[in-house]
């Protein structure tokens, strides 16, 4: 029996670059998209302010799944940073949400095949370093994977990149100076962190925040681990970013909640907003 011809693409490869034909074809523009970023909790607003701002949901692009958390707004943004073209995806997926890491990281690769060299990952994280305070941002300067999972298990295809990728600089080096020397330059203090990835959505106990600490990391978060890895594979340059929107459990002696991630996100976002249009342009 011949297999049945659905016309869709079968390799995640394929998947992929069907993804990024479809943007290119709903928005011509997305071709200069350069810069990809992913939007965090609270953090979504940013693109409202793109110039020549083009939406399209999540729902409407090929292989893209759906984000189910509230303050994720699920859709893709193209548009331009002081001139510079951008594709900036309001919300992500959460492998906590149920979906796969292959899920949670494909629009990375779609943005990827479309052009874009650098991305941007910013986050909502717990802080754990006492150093910092509740609305500090922190540019990532490594990562704990402790999700449990890898995006990369499974066959490789050469075409994304090696069976076996370097990770030795996950958070390019030159990408964390320009973020730290145009904070500095807004007045805003941006320390370096190392970022621990759990997989969620339970927020941590105080004894794996003490855990994490004695792990060496700084933030605590349920996203961005698998995207950087992926866009590292893609050899594309990855700047991190967390927002701490709340001490750690056990930091303080204060029940975490969504809302207050939320509200603090919101809180700080005038200023992320503004140092996100500084770095931007500056990302080659
Ligand atoms: N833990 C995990 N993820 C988070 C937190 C936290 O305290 N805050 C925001 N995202």
Redesign the pocket.
């Known amino acids: 029996m011949r297999p049945v011809e659905t016309g869709q693409p079968d390799t995640l490869y394929e998947r992929a670059e069907h993804a990024a034909r479809f943007i290119r074809s709903r928005v011509p523009a997305a071709e200069d998209a350069r810069v990809a970023l992913v939007l965090g ?1 609270g953090l979504g607003a940013f693109a409202d302010a793109l110039e020549d701002a083009h939406p399209l949901a999540y729902a409407e692009i090929p292989g893209f799944a759906r984000p189910t958390v509230e303050g994720h707004a699920g859709r893709l943004v193209l548009g331009k940073v002081e001139g510079v073209g951008v594709a900036a995806m309001q919300g992500r997926f959460h492998f906590y949400e149920g979906y796969t890491l292959e899920e949670v990281t494909f629009p990375v690769r779609a943005l990827g095949l479309l052009g874009a060299g650098s991305l941007v990952l910013t ?4 802080g754990l370093n006492n150093s910092f305070e509740q609305g500090a941002l922190v540019v990532i300067s490594d990562h704990l994977n402790l999700l449990g999972a890898n995006p990369l298990l499974g066959t490789n295809d050469p075409r994304f990149g090696p069976r076996f990728p370097d990770m030795s600089e996950v958070y390019d080096r030159e990408y964390q100076d320009i973020a730290i020397n145009e904070a500095h330059a807004l007045g805003v203090e941006l320390r370096r962190g190392i970022y621990a990835a ?1 997989a ?1 959505p339970s ?2 106990t105080p004894a794996e925040i003490r855990m994490l600490r004695l792990l060496g990391a700084d933030a ?3 996203s961005t681990v698998p995207e950087a890895i992926v866009a590292r594979h893609m050899g594309i340059r990855v700047l991190g970013i967390s927002c701490i ?2 001490m ?2 056990g930091v303080s002696d204060k029940p ?1 909640n969504h809302e207050e ?1 939320i509200e603090t996100g919101e809180r700080v976002h005038e200023t992320f907003a503004e140092l996100l249009r500084r770095v931007i342009p500056k990302l080659s």
């Open positions: 909790s986050n909502a994280a717990g759990l969620g927020y941590e605590v978060g349920m929107t709340n750690a459990a975490i991630v």
